[in-house]
């Protein structure tokens, strides 16, 4: 499971939008929004920070696979 499903699994058991949880945690809702599409990834202060506004561990994190999505080409380029 990559970083960006476990957050989003994670969010979703705690009813939270992807706004509420930047209100929450104090990352911002870019950051909240490309880590949730697997664009970025967070420091481990932005994980902690999300994970206590989940009121999960970091070791909610910890067997994550580290991947970053890549965006899509267009077709002819």
């Known amino acids: 499971m990559t970083f960006a ?4 699994e ?3 058991a705690a009813g939270l939008s992807e706004p509420k ?8 809702f870019a950051s909240i929004h490309e880590y949730g599409l ?8 932005a ?8 009121g999960v561990s970091c070791d909610a994190f910890m ?3 580290d991947t970053l999505e890549k965006p899509k080409r267009k077709k002819g380029k």
């Open 5 to 8: 499903q476990r957050l989003r």
């Open 10 to 12: 994670l969010r979703d």
């Open 21 to 28: 949880l930047a209100e929450k945690s104090g990352v911002s």
């Open 38 to 45: 697997g664009r970025r990834k967070p420091s481990f202060e």
């Open 47 to 54: 994980v902690a920070k999300i994970a206590r506004a989940l």
């Open 63 to 65: 067997d994550t696979v």
